[in-house]
């Protein structure tokens, strides 16, 4: 046979050989996706749509933050004040001022449209106009709409207020969560997230069977703040992890959730480092990259 013939046949059985090798070699078949703010690189954050994207994506987890309204109605939102770069006011014109939300009841919040400013970090970003604030209550509501998929709610709580008096108290705060995650029998399928220890301590007395999860943006005794929590999950920032963390951590039983993971590269190294899951504001491309490194 000509040599050429050889050395083809040779090469495509190497690359063949490598490449199956190189899938097997990161483990990523448990893997649980996290859709941060549902799914933020496409959708506007924290609203239905983004959370509906993340459902139909297959995320195992839609992650959101709640601050809480001047009636004191859980409300999903990542800012204590409304975005000046992401909502438009009742006449759809720009805010022209800090509108902390504790200023306003769920009636005045629903007049704010926070789908329709293009987010220029997200350039992936749909605009999708008309989507509003929602309360915890609502999005418990519309999870229903999925019993064959059974959303999961990964929820944090946000208790930092440009002014202390519009600080919530953190055993109301986490009292009002509870309260709604019973009503709709969802809190095994919940877990409660902070970089506030406070309203973990709470929830853990509160109903222990909850699961917590600690945040953390700086480095610090992870494994052993968590565990004395008595939380199963700890979710450091992508630059805080460590192989010997991840392990210190999985022997007290810790599972890691790292955030906010948007690029192939960070994935596989999080993965290759043994996380448990993945927070990410691209949980399609996220799902679809774990399907087709497990094929
Ligand atoms: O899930 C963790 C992550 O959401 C914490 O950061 O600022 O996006 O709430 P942040
Ligand atoms: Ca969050």
Sequence with gaps: MNPFVYLAVFLFILLGCSSSLLKRQVPTKNIQVQGHRGSRGTHPENTLSSFEEAVSAGADWIEFDLVLSKDDVPIVSHDATISVDLCLDARKKPLTRLIPIKTQTVKQLKAFDCGSVP???????????????????????????????????????KTSAPQKQFEPNPRKFVDSIVRLLRKYHQIENSILQSFDFRTLAEARKMEPSLKLSTLFDKPGPICKATKELGATIASPNLSLLTQDMIKECHSLGIEIHPWTLNQESDWKSAISLGVDGIITDYPRKLTTFLISSTR
């Design 119 to 157: 987010n220029p970090v997200f350039p992936e970003q749909k605009t999708v106009p008309g989507q509003t604030f929602v309360t915890l209550e609502e999005v418990l509501i519309w999870a229903k709409r999925f019993p064959d998929k059974k959303v999961r709610f990964n929820i944090e709580t």
